[in-house]
């Protein structure tokens, strides 16, 4: 059975090459349009991995993260925090929120994928 992926970002363009990407690889996946609807359909499609943009409408990116955290039910959730908002206190609040990984716009599709890869393999330690 295929991993499951929830997309989360409000940019149609970066959530399409998101989409044509995943179901190249393999992958199940929903897409999120905000922070709001990322909360409900965590729960009703409980991913393996949240690809998660900071920058968004109602609920950002460090807040979905933050309760994503906080719920035992979603301890297993790895988080991809992939967003424009590289500056170095941005990627330390997202890692210190507990997000897997913190990629950068624009990002390398093919490292992207090696991400996603690595991290649905790992076992919830690598913090990059």
């Not at 393999?26 to 009703?44: F, H, I, N, P, S």
């Not at 943009?53 to 609920?59: G, L, Q, R």
């Not at 955290?69 to 908002?85: H, S, Y």
């Amino acid at each position: 059975m295929s991993k499951r992926v929830l997309i989360v970002d409000d940019e149609r363009n970066i959530v399409i090459s998101l989409e044509f990407l995943l179901e190249q690889a393999g992958y199940q996946y929903k897409v999120a349009r905000d922070g709001t609807e990322a909360m409900v359909m965590l729960g009703e499609f409980l991913p393996e991995l949240v690809l998660l943009d900071v920058m968004m409408p109602h609920i950002n990116g460090f807040e979905v993260c933050r309760r994503i955290r906080e719920n035992p039910q979603w301890a297993g959730i790895k988080i991809i925090m992939l967003t424009a908002k590289g500056q170095e206190a941005e990627i330390e609040k997202g890692l210190a929120l507990g997000a897997n990984a913190y990629i950068s716009k624009p990002f390398s599709t093919k490292m992207l994928m090696q991400k996603i890869d690595e991290i649905l393999e790992d076992d919830g330690t690598t913090k990059v």
